[in-house]
């Protein structure tokens, strides 16, 4: 075997593990895990609110770029044979009338309650992070070892059907000089979020204080880095708080699926 | 007022003359005309269809990458101030139970059969036809003043719900020392179907003939040019026939939806 497929196969057996993890109890940030190979948002909901949804994101493709649809009532995508949308992710959220009602690992009794779940894979900015890191940008959260910070944005949705709300975004601080390339690589990568939507002064975006992010986790900014602002895939779940929907199961934010597709395929 | 703006007011203007055109009952090929704005492939849709065509063209985003969707019952879209898509096409074409049914100049009578028509705008190769003359390509069926050739090929589409059908695919033909810039600058334009699906042997695709195209007209290929095909949003059309689509209204191949919108929009 080539060192090449060598690489990509150690690469998807790196996912295979983790999802094994997290189907096993394992509860951790998935940032920097697996890398190079795509990692996704979910929120899966009945049949009912699946157009409304699938509106919803393509009317607002920077925050909710889809990357795959199950079927109704199917928990497997073709972005990862043998996986089970329903465990293999490390923490999922449950929401009931648009309102958190609990966090847990093992998501198959609540998806159970409806036999027509409809899961959608959304991109997320973490597969443009190895792009940033192979270009010698540091990507702060995960040098730190924590999760990103995301904010609840005052940047409105296009509405779709029942569903409205504002966009999230997630933040990562760059020095200056760094900012413009920043830019010009993630727009390399329009299907996980693209280019940044905000650079700069996070009062502009209806964010009062970056130290108390509304998700994940506060990062630090040191002299002479810039506040560089991207459209996050959590905006699914301020929707669902803002729509009151009924029912919606989503990853907890910075949680994430990670599939078997190397970040690569997402660059055009 | 700027020279920039000044040119940008006028391609609006061109637009919207030629929307007015269509809606006088002017026939004729769109290709060429209101040259830097993007051109749209419509189907609409009875409501209870729409989540499964939003789906195909999720899961088929090359061929079907959507640009725009209607509120349901509404013929307006943001892409085109004071547009009606009933009537602001050159040509529309019926489809019932998977057959052509007529082909028609107003849509309107066809559109009142239902109160809930779901349209989608479909991003088409024409945008990056101007990119492609830009770099001194010559676009063949511009030049010449016919419509783009475009074949059924033997690509499956990956399925949704209700929906399945082949691929089909526009053809230009380019200069051997140019199809490497016509593939690197198409690129650019993932949301208008990008790069090609194929360069060279039609046969591989399934086309026995390039003279004789399933839609559209065909083109002169000289000595020294090879067939480049790139992915069609006449795509919905061959999935309404091969699904059996109970009703559909859509453009007539090449008779397309002129938007307010730059091409240089779609460029990332």
Known sequence: MSALKLAARRAVDAARAARAGYRGGLVAPSAGIA?????????????????????????????CPILDVTDAGSPHTVLAEGADL???????????????????????????????MVTFLIGCSFTFETALQ???????????????????????????GRLRGDMVVSMRPIRADRVAEACTITARYPSVHGAPVHVGDPALLGIADLAHPDFGEAVRIEPGEVPVF???????????????VPFAITHSPGHMFITDVPDSTYHV
């Open 35 to 63: 890398p190079g190979m795509t990692q996704a948002n979910l929120i899966a909901l009945p049949r009912d609110w699946a157009y409304d949804f699938l509106l919803y994101a393509q009317r607002n493709p920077k925050a």
């Open 230 to 244: 991207w459209a996050c895939g959590v905006t699914p779940q301020a929707a669902v708080m803002a729509s009151g």
């Open 86 to 116: 329903r465990t293999d992710l490390p923490l999922y959220r449950v929401w009931r009338n648009g309102q958190l009602a609990e966090e847990i690992s093992d998501a198959r009794p609540a998806w159970a309650e409806h036999d027509d």
């Open 134 to 160: 192979e270009a010698g940008i540091e990507v702060r959260h995960i040098a730190d070892g924590s999760n990103v910070p995301m904010y609840l944005s005052n940047r409105a949705c296009r509405p779709a």
